[in-house]
């Protein structure tokens, strides 16, 4: 029996995010995309998203705080983190992809929701040019949350 599902999509203004969100939303679950306020594509994507009749949620900044309230509110049972960078300083990729993945777990230990689904996407491999995803990757695996299922 089909469960429609609370998905939140984080890297949801990049290719596959944007696609992720589609498909979900075109199967019938309740896709909540996270744009962040800076992004240069903020009101294009806010109003593809809203014509598609998916509720997109505009946010300052992800951290521990804002996801577990999501999480929260939203009743959010998946979480899709497909943020990434394929440029910028080392620091930049660094904070893109080890450090907004750390504040999302920690959000995920915060809200203490059980058996919430998190899935982790990286398309950095096939850049060959991040080292900083698979240090996010080992955070994730060494994060020891019991009700993580990865």
Same mark, same amino acid.
């Given at each position: 029996?089909?469960?429609?599902?609370? !998905?939140?999509? =984080?890297g949801?203004?990049?290719?596959?995010?944007?696609? #992720?969100?589609? @498909?979900l939303? *075109? $199967? /019938?679950h309740?896709?909540?995309?996270?744009?962040?306020?800076?992004?240069?594509?903020?009101?294009?994507?806010?109003?593809?998203?809203?014509?598609?009749? !998916?509720?997109? =949620?505009?946010?300052?900044?992800?951290?521990?705080?804002? #996801?577990?309230? @999501?999480?929260? *509110? $939203? /009743?959010?049972?998946?979480?899709?983190?497909?943020?990434?960078?394929?440029?910028?300083?080392?620091?930049?990729?660094?904070?893109?992809?080890?450090e907004?993945?750390?504040r999302?777990?920690?959000?995920?230990?915060?809200?203490?929701?059980?058996?919430?689904?998190?899935?982790?996407?990286?398309?950095t491999?096939?850049?060959?040019?991040?080292?900083?995803?698979?240090?996010?990757?080992?955070?994730?695996?060494?994060?020891?949350?019991?009700?993580?299922?990865?």
């Amino acid at each position: 029996m089909f469960k429609s599902r609370n !998905v939140l999509v =984080l890297g949801s203004t990049g290719f596959i995010g944007r696609n #992720i969100v589609e @498909i979900l939303h *075109e $199967k /019938n679950h309740v896709v909540h995309p996270v744009i962040r306020r800076e992004s240069v594509r903020r009101e294009e994507l806010y109003n593809h998203y809203v014509k598609k009749g !998916v509720e997109p =949620l505009i946010i300052k900044d992800i951290d521990e705080k804002v #996801i577990s309230k @999501i999480i929260l *509110e $939203k /009743n959010i049972d998946v979480i899709v983190n497909s943020i990434g960078l394929l440029r910028g300083s080392r620091e930049r990729l660094y904070e893109a992809h080890v450090e907004t993945s750390r504040r999302i777990l920690r959000g995920i230990i915060y809200s203490e929701s059980k058996d919430l689904l998190y899935i982790h996407i990286s398309s950095t491999a096939a850049s060959d040019i991040s080292r900083e995803k698979p240090l996010a990757e080992e955070k994730i695996h060494c994060s020891h949350i019991d009700n993580l299922k990865t």
